[in-house]
């Protein structure tokens, strides 16, 4: 089995930054694409940003230039971190991760608990 435990959420003022951690432990062969959606009241789950074990990245155009996803590879890590934060941001946030557990099975999709983002202005 494959877990994905996220860290960093809270409270903070517009225009502060934060930033968001994503750790994958369990069963782990290997992690392709890990990620960060984020899903407010009222609203669909929604991507905010991708990134390939190669190094692509893939941002949502609300949080273009102001969020920055990265990875670790080495600690199956992937981390967010927010600057410029509005309380459009508000949501709470979901790690993403597309594993493989063994070499003979096909990748499968994880996900994290949620950690709650607010933005206070």
């Known amino acids: 089995q494959v877990q994905l435990v996220e860290s960093g959420g809270g409270l903070v003022q517009v225009g502060e930054s934060l930033g968001l951690s994503c750790a994958a432990s369990g069963s782990i062969f290997s992690i392709g694409a890990m990620g960060w959606y984020r899903q407010a009241p009222g609203n669909q789950r929604e991507l905010v940003a991708t990134m390939t074990s190669d190094g692509s990245r893939n941002y949502a155009d609300s949080v273009k230039g102001r969020f920055t996803i990265s990875r670790d590879n080495a600690k199956n890590t992937v981390y967010l971190q927010m600057n410029s934060l509005s309380p459009e941001d508000t949501a709470v946030y979901y790690c993403?991760?597309?594993?493989?557990?063994?070499?003979?099975?096909?990748?499968?999709?994880?996900w994290g608990q949620g950690t709650q983002v607010t933005v206070s202005s």
């Open positions: 993403n991760a597309i594993v493989r557990a063994r070499w003979t099975r096909p990748p499968d999709t994880y």
